[in-house]
Nanobody, 121 residues
């Protein structure tokens, strides 16, 4: 089993910043990808940013230049630094981690519980 614990959400004014964290624990041999998604009321869940084991990252066009994804491999933790926040960034943010339980095992995918980010205008 792999558990994810998210933290860092909250209420911030437009133009402000927040930093989300997601720590993975449990039976983890390797992590291949760490992803942040978000879902606003009435909308589908959308990918915000991801970072792969080699260090490469991708961002949704709507957050490029404002958000930065990073990771601490020693702590199996992924971060999302969010700057210049806009009201349209308001959503529940979820982290998702994919990897392997053991060298010869299958792959796992785990989800965090979600953390609310609210940006006031």
């Amino acid at each position: 089993q792999v558990q994810l614990v998210e933290s860092g959400g909250g209420l911030v004014q437009s133009g402000g910043s927040l930093r989300l964290s997601c720590a993975a624990s449990g039976s983890i041999f390797s992590i291949h990808v760490m992803v942040w998604y978000r879902q606003a009321p009435g909308n589908q869940r959308e990918l915000v940013a991801d970072i792969r084991s080699g260090g490469s990252s991708n961002y949704a066009d709507s957050v490029k230049g404002r958000f930065t994804i990073s990771r601490d491999t020693a702590k199996d933790t992924v971060y999302l630094q969010m700057n210049s926040l806009k009201p349209e960034d308001t959503a529940v943010y979820y982290c998702n981690v994919g990897g392997k339980y053991a060298r010869d095992s299958g792959f796992f995918t785990a989800w965090g519980q979600g953390t609310q980010v609210t940006v006031s205008s």
